[in-house]
């Protein structure tokens, strides 16, 4: 029997009610569902709403259905609707009258956003450690391949060589960031609607305080309109998912490409590779392919939220049934592939002699050629000029700048000095980026050191 049963003189159909349950998705929370329960008892004992001996009855009967679920004992029986209904009318079977006043004071409104901002903590928690290890990896890999050097490019085009130690640190920055994303919707979620009831209140003197305390809330959310239909810490975190697989998917793509015969960059493990039912040599990247390909229905989850509380009205709507799914399908789509990552990272060949070799191609020397000529008095925009005018020669020719002779670059132009073949040498133009984030290695050692003390800074506070 339904719990507003008493209004009705008629139950919904099978279809109907299979349709309008929320139990095979709201199961997962039935931990939180549980504490929050047990939480509003004690206060109501405390308030002297119901009795002492009402409250440990229901505590008591409370663990033993959590035990029961925990072990798989537990039948759950999709008449029942949602958790709270499943839960409920188990213990009510089992105590009696005292698991009867469980409720007094409550609704379901309050009792489900409670249960979604505590399970979203979870899961915040959860994707922040999770965060912490594949930064972690990207770390050990950089310090590991210090010194390789690649071709940093813009619009997928030779642009100048940085070292790949530098490069991984992007992504180190980017998942920094999405550490902060995630940090920030584990602060929004961190805030008690228990006690606000449907959506005005009740005449009970309900002690919210108390109960926030109790589940481990940062405070209470002053407003019960609010408490039971703001979901905005769920968007927070699929956000926060979505904009997290994107990063993931940025740097698969990547990674698919340096594994492939026309870069040759890296070497994945055969852990994180398939192979081909027809074509026996290959070895394909479909890890790193099934995560680029997984941000999409992250995305999808975030944009599904979005719209279904668009032009919701105040308060609760049967409508929000549908903001736990999504979210929960996000979070742990991420947390697998932030797992996925972590162990390609860790696995994966550097190919620096490939890496290199492919450094030397497509003038990645010009813009420190321009410099020299800047350094020396021609106003950029002239050195620019005859930098191109050298590397239009170059193409005729079919050779690179390091093939001119000094007499080439003294037609181009007499500033140039014998000395030019410095500012040719790889070495020599990655280690003169020393400014503050510049791939030189100074200023990489530097960066480093940040990252690290970042990472440690982020895994003592939730990682």
């Known amino acids: 029997m ?5 209004r009705f003189e008629q139950g919904v159909d099978a279809f109907t009610q299979r349709f309008g349950a929320s139990l095979p998705v709201d199961k997962a929370m039935y931990k939180q569902d549980i504490a929050g329960s047990r939480a509003h008892a004690n206060m109501l004992a405390a308030q002297g709403v119901i009795a002492e001996d009402d409250a440990a009855a229901i505590s008591a009967g409370l663990e033993k259905i959590e035990h029961a679920i925990d072990a798989g004992a537990f039948t759950f029986d999709i008449n029942d609707e949602d958790i709270h209904m499943a839960v409920e009318k188990v213990l009510t079977a089992d105590i009696g009258t005292a698991g009867a006043r469980l409720h007094t004071g409550r609704s379901r409104n309050d009792q489900v956003a409670t249960d979604a901002r505590l399970f979203a903590k979870g899961l915040c928690l959860e994707l922040m450690a999770h965060n912490v290890s594949l930064r972690r990896a990207l770390v050990a890999k950089a310090e590991d391949e210090f010194g390789c050097i690649m071709p940093g490019y813009t619009h997928l085009q030779h642009a100048q060589p940085v070292l790949f130690s530098h ?23 961190d805030v008690s609607p228990l006690g606000s009831a449907a959506l005005a209140g009740t005449t009970y003197p309900l002690d919210r305080e108390m109960t926030a305390a109790e589940l481990g809330f940062a405070g209470v959310i002053p407003n019960s309109l609010d408490a039971v239909s703001d979901r905005d810490f769920l968007l927070d975190l699929d956000y926060a998912c979505a904009v997290s697989m994107m990063h993931l998917s940025r740097l698969c793509e990547e990674i698919i490409l340096w594994s492939s015969s026309e870069f040759g960059f890296i070497t994945l493990s055969d852990q994180y590779s398939t192979g081909s039912s027809i074509m026996p040599q290959k070895k394909n990247p479909d890890f790193a392919e099934l995560i ?18 668009k032009s919701l009205p105040l308060a ?26 972590e162990g390609m ?11 290199r070799e492919q450094a030397k191609k497509g003038f990645l020397a010009a813009t420190d050629v321009a410099d020299y000529l800047a350094k020396k008095g021609m106003p950029f925009r002239e050195a620019h000029e005859v930098v191109g005018n050298l590397v239009l020669t170059c193409e005729k020719r079919g050779c690179d700048l390091d093939d001119l002779t000094l007499a ?26 020393t400014t503050i984030g510049g791939t030189g290695h100074e200023a990489v050692h530097v960066q480093l050191a940040q990252a690290k003390e970042t990472l440690e800074a982020d895994a003592q506070r939730h990682g």
């Open 167 to 189: 490069h991984m640190l992007a992504y180190f920055w980017m998942l920094t960031r999405d550490f902060g994303r995630l940090e920030s919707a584990l602060q929004a979620a």
């Open 2 to 6: 339904a719990l507003w049963s008493g």
């Open 316 to 341: 609760y709507n049967k409508d929000l049934q549908e903001d736990k799914e999504g979210v929960i399908d996000a979070a742990h789509t991420l947390a697998d592939c932030l797992v996925c990552m």
């Open 408 to 433: 080439d670059f003294k037609a181009a132009s007499g500033l140039f000095e014998e000395d030019i073949t410095s500012a040719l040498d790889l070495e020599s133009i990655v280690a003169a980026r």
């Open 345 to 355: 990272i860790e696995t994966m060949r550097v190919n620096e002699d490939a890496m």
């Open 292 to 309: 680029r390909g997984k941000s999409g229905r992250v995305v999808g989850d975030l944009v599904a939220l979005l719209v279904t509380m």
